[in-house]
């Protein structure tokens, strides 16, 4: 007796056109559990943008970034952290560029839910551009306002900026440094801010070393007591330059 037995197809046969085995290499921003074709394809453009970058492959990463932006399905606008990274010259390096303080910028207002982000962004390319006092006027122009007034990196920011701006400028000469006293404007205004930044963040060990150094700045030559400081905060602090507006990026 012989058996029509027959062995049953795999399973994948049936099951792959209702299971979502599709593999993506970045997180998507509007993922779906159950994406269509449409969304699949976005999903990819995402991916290339992003792996093009990680390739140091900038123009290939801005045209596919230029089709996602026009889909309908994408708020790029909730991007802005990708966008400044396509406004690179060099993905290994990180500097500032006048087109990413204006992107910065525009985004300051079009994008409400993420103001306090993009504005200690913006902070921190007016830095690297060695526009001090503009880094610290977008700060005092915000602070007053809830709720960058809530926020302790942002007076951490400012008080900083206020003791960078009080101390020589760096074209003095060495005797007129020697004879060089804080302006004691900024840094009142420092203490300001750092006070403040202190009652935010009582833990915040960057905002007690300096408020200490401005308490012996107070009691003795301003000048000295820094110097002799070698803490790895303060130590950017004093070393921003201008003709060197360029990090590197780390690479894991």
């Known amino acids: 007796m012989t ?22 290499l970045f997180d998507f921003p509007n993922k779906k559990i159950m994406p269509n074709a449409r969304q699949i394809q976005l999903q990819r453009l995402y991916d290339i943008v992003n792996l093009s970058i990680q390739r140091d492959d900038l123009p290939r990463a801005r045209r596919a970034w230029s089709i996602l932006a026009r889909c309908k399905e994408l708020n790029w606008k909730a991007m802005w952290r990708l966008g400044i990274t396509l406004l690179e ?31 200690a962004e913006l902070v921190q390319h ?6 001090y006092r503009d880094a610290l006027d977008e700060l005092e122009f915000y602070l007053p306002s809830f ?27 060495a005797n007129e440094v020697e004879g060089f006293t804080y302006d004691n404007n900024s840094l009142s205004r420092a203490q300001t801010y750092l006070e403040h930044a202190k009652v935010l963040d009582p833990n915040n060990i960057v905002v007690n070393e300096f408020l200490h150094k401005l308490h012996s700045i107070s009691q003795g030559p301003g000048l000295l007591s820094f110097a002799s400081h070698h803490s790895e905060d303060e130590t950017h602090t004093k070393g921003f330059q201008p003709s060197q507006p360029k990090r590197r990026r780390r690479k894991f």
């Open 147 to 173: 709720p960058y007034r809530d926020n302790p990196v942002l007076h951490v920011y400012a008080g900083l900026l206020c003791i960078f701006i009080a101390q020589p400028p760096e074209s003095a000469g």
């Open 3 to 24: 058996s029509n037995f027959e062995p049953e197809p795999p399973a994948f046969v049936f099951e792959r056109a209702y299971n979502n085995d599709h593999q993506f």
């Open 126 to 131: 007016y830095i690297l551009a060695g526009r």
């Open 89 to 119: 010259n060099d993905v290994c390096v990180v500097e500032s560029n006048p087109h990413k303080i204006d992107f910065l910028r525009t985004m300051l207002l079009q994008l409400p839910e993420e103001r306090e982000r993009i504005l």
